[in-house]
């Protein structure tokens, strides 16, 4: 027991004893502690901050890959697309004898393209449109004084879009204004 009354005797050293009055004390030690919780709701907002752009992101991420999942796949079919127009095309519709056959590559080919627009596969066919370098690729140009310059006279292979995204360019032949002739340049 005297011991702990020596303990309780002893007066803790205090700041002012050493000089420094206890309010100045006290009042650097707040302000310390105020700056170090502001740096850790900083810290701790920037967090929430960068966790919710992982989380935005990796949605996003997950949507295009549901969006765009079929891509290769609907590359893929395109060319079974562009041999029935091929053989549609190339086919004698006044030819008695293909005649079913024709009429099943008709039945065939309108499926194909019920199946691609089902899957949000849009059909590029710009015949007499713009040139749009976007969706369309030149493969050559051609003097033309029925069409506008600048605009698509023939298609060669036809684009597609997957859910508004370029899958393939058209392949397409660009009109350019006739160049004068000889006559009228004398």
């Known amino acids: 027991m005297a011991d702990e009354q020596n303990l309780d005797n002893q007066a803790p050293e205090t700041p002012a004893a050493e000089g420094v009055p206890a309010g100045e004390d006290l009042v650097a030690r707040v302000q310390a502690l105020e700056e170090q919780l502001a740096a850790a709701q900083d810290q701790a907002l920037r967090a929430a901050a960068e966790l919710q752009n992982v989380r935005r992101r990796a ?8 969006k765009f999942a079929l ?3 609907a590359q893929d079919l395109l060319g079974v697309v562009d041999s029935l127009e091929r053989g549609i095309e190339l086919s ?61 006279l023939k298609v060669f292979q036809k684009g597609y879009l997957l859910s508004g995204r370029l899958l ?5 032949v660009v009109s350019k204004a006739p160049a004068p002739s000889n006559d009228e340049q004398a």
């Open 71 to 73: 891509e290769r796949f």
């Open 92 to 152: 004698d519709p006044s030819d008695e004898s293909i005649r079913p056959m024709r009429e099943g590559m008709e039945l065939t080919l309108k499926m194909f393209h019920d199946v691609l627009k089902r899957y949000q596969l849009e059909q590029l066919d710009p015949h007499g449109e713009p040139f749009n370098p976007e969706h369309h690729q030149a493969m050559a140009m051609e003097e033309s004084d029925s069409a506008e310059p600048g605009s698509v």
């Open 168 to 172: 393939r360019p058209a392949m397409v």
């Open 59 to 66: 949605e996003q991420d997950v949507e295009k890959a549901h």
